[in-house]
Structure formats: C-alpha cells, structure tokens
Nanobody
C-alpha cells in the first residue's frame, strides 16, 4: 500500500510560482514510479509531469519550460515546481504512484489509467 498526501497549493497571481509537495509512505520492498496530474473545472484529469521507471521525466506540452518534477527519497517526497503560472493552470493537482514489477522493464507514470494510488488532491488557483 502507498499513501500520498499533497500540500503547498493555494492562490497565486499570473506569473507567480508555487511548489507542491507530495509526501508518501510505502512498504520498503515496493518499487514505484510517480507523477503529477491535474483536473481543471469542467475538464478531464490530465498528466502534468512524471518520473518514469527509468528515472526520466515526461512533461505535458502546456507546461513545458514552466513546470518541473523532483523527488527526494530520503524525505519520501515528490515535488512539482511551477513557474510562470497562467490562469489555465488553475486546477486540482493530484500526486499519483504506480506499483511496478521487479522485471527490469520500462514503465510509464504518465498515463492516468496506469496509476495505482492517488492523493486526495490540492487546489491551485491562478488569478490575473
């Protein structure tokens, strides 16, 4: 089992920055990859940025050059660094994790349907 909890959301003006944090607890034997997703009002949830099983990151086109992901395993934390925020970035942001097998294969954490565990989400509002 993996438990996830997001923090750091809130309201920010256009052009501002926020850092979201996701603290997680999991059994030490587990192998996971993780990512951030978001759901804007009236829209479907979408991937934002992930760290896949090979350690490489994938970033959605609308946030490329503005959002980055980082992970600190010593602190059991995943971060989403958001810069140059726009009104279109207003959404609930979710941290998610995917259980991975120990088979050496490559697995993506950029697809919502692949994810095993989800945080409750945190709201980010960008206003002009």
């Amino acid at each position: 089992q993996v438990q996830l909890e997001e923090s750091g959301g809130g309201s920010v003006q256009v052009g501002g920055s926020l850092r979201l944090s996701c603290t997680y607890s999991r059994d030490t034997y587990r192998r996971n990859c993780m990512g951030w997703f978001r759901q804007a009002p009236g829209k479907e949830r979408e991937a934002v940025v992930s760290i896949d099983s090979d350690g490489r990151t994938r970033t959605a086109e609308p946030v490329k050059g503005r959002f980055t992901i980082s992970q600190d395993n010593a602190k059991n934390s995943l971060y989403l660094h958001m810069n140059s925020l726009k009104p279109d970035d207003t959404a609930m942001y979710y941290c998610a994790a995917r259980d991975l097998p120990y088979d050496g294969g490559w697995y993506s954490c950029f697809v919502e349907a692949f994810m095993t565990y989800w945080g409750k989400g945190i709201l980010v509002t960008v206003s002009s």
